[in-house]
């Protein structure tokens, strides 16, 4: 095993439906053209069954591993992908797609609309978790593989994960749902919603007809952001990083601006986070979450499938807890399927999926099979 | 008992600071003139030994009790002030003023400076807790008061009562702090930081300067008042008001506009908030929220003291929760200090202090001593 993970790698893009042969949304809706970002660590085995499928989560992108040109710049689960990782490149072949509905690449509001020539804004179709699932699949048939080893991923991930084992369980062997929900709660869709009231609300959004001019609505989109960063740390993740910490010290003047550092922290999510995302995108990809119940209509029967999921949650996450994983489970079973429920202790709250962390990232590798290749010790100094 | 309440009351103001005897505050800085509109109910005994001060949390005004005509709208705490009620107006003189910095009558940034003609927006001062109880003693003055039964509030409520009786404790009998904070968490803190960049950020907002102008940073205020609504309620409460219900039902198709049950309640109260609420009284009275930590300096020795310290906190409350209560009473334990903490058992997370809850009414009356005259039970149908 290398200290060094996965190399330079590149961010590939094909178009995988077209006006000929359009996706299908589930709203009924069809659209074209839809290009997919994507990006591969490892390689794939002869019988093309060491296949994982990374899915990301709400802001992610195909970036998941390696580097483009520096390597202290890394992908964003460049901890858990690579040789002798969790995630496995001596052992997987690993593809993460950018999402339908994202701005890294893939087909999203921001794209533009044939049909007018301009950027989708608002025209762009609702969108849901199903049909996130079935670009995956059309990216894995064009790239010759027609069932996976896995499918894994966090928040949002998980639930494509969960998805599409539920519809296709027989090509999906493990579906790995890290931090997940299968159902929302009134108090996460409030959340969320607040995030895209402040995006709808910031005039620069012009009812997302901004695309074409000037100005993007980052005031909302850095607020969204702020927001949506308390929800991912646990309060107590937040009381150890900084406590009542104030930049100029405790006995500064008191001020209107930032002072406290959980509020500069907040202040540089923000700022970066409207460098790299786009708002629209937020609004779709929100928006899918929350509507998301796969387990709201009639159950599948799972009793003959090979399919094993496992659920991983932390203890300190309160955006998508333990509960929301132990209901992932309760209706898995229901479905007679092979469900189980693992509950990792972190103090990071929900964005200890993204962690280098020891007990989580044994869980993980144990999830994707470890029984089967024992993993080298990790060397001193690298945790 | 009766089951009616308080009857019709006026609000009152009075000018007790002006340029020749100003406000001095913490900060160094003079404020005047300082009006105070106050509502009081019940009658002041002849040894002027009954008065009780309500002291109002951030979005509170004087209005506490009664009505002001229309008797189906009626103070904010009606349910607990009147005849027979906790706070017993047969028993008590009670005073509630409107805040230091606030929007409702008594001078905060929103008035107008004398020194410029125009609305003090951002060059009003930064305020502190003792600020806003050197106000409340000054009002005690005016009508003739030296010393109270009880000093009492819910959230920033409590911080007043707490603040005042550190400082003058034979002034205060008893202190009754309900789910209130003498240290802000950097949870707490991040939760306002963004409600306060919601309003910063609204480009109606000017500076501040938005007063004498056509326009109120409506959005801004709007979205602040949504996210601290999420930080009033528990989980539990969204889930039993709301759960995932769709206004339309089920099957309405998606839609990015508000759907859910819980997005039509943050709409409503966003807009009901901007009609009747200041955006700069907002960040003025979050902002001292902040900054309070009562037992960060010099222990004051409380032995000697006959003040007696409850503090109330709810099991569900995740904005000041009990652990918030406890810490008060063991900082005032150090003090030695006579202070318990009670909690209380309600689904309702932080709003319950609002509430007309049973057990908790109870808690208070006996924080009041209830002791000294046993109170009817209460009517049949009332709760």
Request: charged content about 20%.
């Amino acid at each position: 095993m290398s200290g060094g993970g996965v190399g330079r790698v590149k961010t590939q893009r094909v178009v995988l439906f077209d006006r000929d042969a359009p996706l299908e949304l589930e709203s009924g809706v069809s659209l074209a053209p839809v290009q997919v970002a994507y990006e591969t660590y490892g390689s794939l085995d002869a019988d093309g069954a060491n296949a994982v499928l990374v899915c990301h989560a709400l802001t992610g992108d195909a970036h998941a591993a390696g580097h483009h040109g520096n390597p202290s710049r890394r992908g964003w689960w460049d901890t858990i992908i690579g040789p002798g990782r969790p995630l496995d490149t001596d052992r997987f072949f690993i593809i993460c797609p950018n999402l339908l509905g994202g701005c890294s690449g893939t087909t999203g509001p921001s794209s533009v609309d044939p049909a007018t020539g301009r950027a989708y804004g608002l025209g762009f179709p609702l969108l849901t978790v199903r049909d996130l699932v079935a670009v995956h699949r059309a990216l894995l048939s064009h790239l010759g593989i027609t069932h996976v080893h896995a499918a894994i991923g966090g928040s949002l991930g998980g639930m494509q994960a969960l998805q599409w084992a539920l519809d296709h369980p027989g090509e999906v062997e493990r579906a790995v749902m890290i931090c997940a929900s299968a159902r929302l709660s009134a108090q996460n869709i409030a959340f969320t919603a607040v995030t895209r009231a402040a995006i709808l609300s910031d005039p620069d959004f012009q009812d997302g007809n901004y695309l074409d001019g000037p100005s993007r609505p980052a005031r909302g989109l850095s607020l969204a952001r702020k927001v949506g960063h308390i929800t991912y740390l646990s309060e107590e993740s937040m009381r150890r990083k900084f406590d009542r910490s104030r930049r100029d010290g405790a006995f500064a003047p008191m001020s209107m601006a930032s002072d406290f550092e959980v509020e500069h922290y907040l202040d540089h999510q923000g700022e970066s986070f409207v460098e790299r995302f786009d708002a629209l995108s937020y609004l779709y990809l929100t928006r899918l979450m929350d509507y998301f119940e796969p387990f709201s209509g009639d159950r599948p029967d799972l009793a003959g499938a090979s399919t094993r999921f496992v659920a991983i949650s932390f203890d300190s996450d309160w955006r998508f807890g333990s509960e929301h994983s132990r209901a992932i489970v309760a209706e898995l079973e229901r479905c007679a399927a092979k469900a189980r429920h693992v509950e990792v202790a972190s103090p990071w709250g929900h964005d200890s999926f993204l962690l280098d962390l020891e007990e989580y990232h044994r869980v993980v590798a144990e999830a994707l099979g470890e029984d089967v290749r024992a993993r080298a010790p990790a060397p001193m100094g690298r945790r």
